[in-house]
């Protein structure tokens, strides 16, 4: 099965941006569905997007629409997340997950996870 490796997490000014990236390997990325999530502290792990094996299909959730957008790069076999306009209610540990062929958006559905990047906003 796939391995998953996030990076680009960082302390980060409210309204700021920041760009998350996924690295796969270990498997053929194209078979895998992804998505980011994220724990704040005392609260449950909680969808924020997925992207098909194709990459057209992307819901979001409510909370980052029109903020973040979720990306896949198959030929570099990654995963992106651009957060824009960031707030402190998205501090969170964020985490990328791939599960085989679907794209559900509750994170218990997927059982291969990354180790997860901290994301910070100061206000």
């Known amino acids: 099965q796939v391995q998953l490796v996030e990076s680009g997490g960082g302390l980060v000014q409210a309204w700021g941006s920041l760009t998350l990236s996924c690295a796969a390997s270990?498997?053929?990325?194209?078979?895998?569905?992804m998505g980011w999530f994220r724990q704040a502290p005392g609260k449950e792990r909680e969808f924020v997007a997925v992207?098909?094996?194709?990459?057209?299909?992307?819901p979001y959730a409510d909370s980052v629409k029109g903020r973040f957008t979720i990306s896949r790069d198959t030929a570099k076999t990654t995963m992106y997340l651009q957060l824009n306009n960031l707030i402190p209610g998205d501090t969170a540990v964020y985490y990328c997950?791939?599960?085989?062929?679907?794209?559900?958006?509750?994170?218990?559905?997927?059982?291969?996870w990354g180790q997860g990047t901290q994301v910070p906003v100061s206000s």
């Open positions: 992207i098909s094996q194709s990459g057209d299909v992307t």
């Open positions: 997950a791939a599960k085989l062929l679907l794209a559900p958006t509750c994170p218990i559905e997927y059982n291969i």
């Open positions: 270990g498997d053929t990325f194209s078979n895998y569905a």
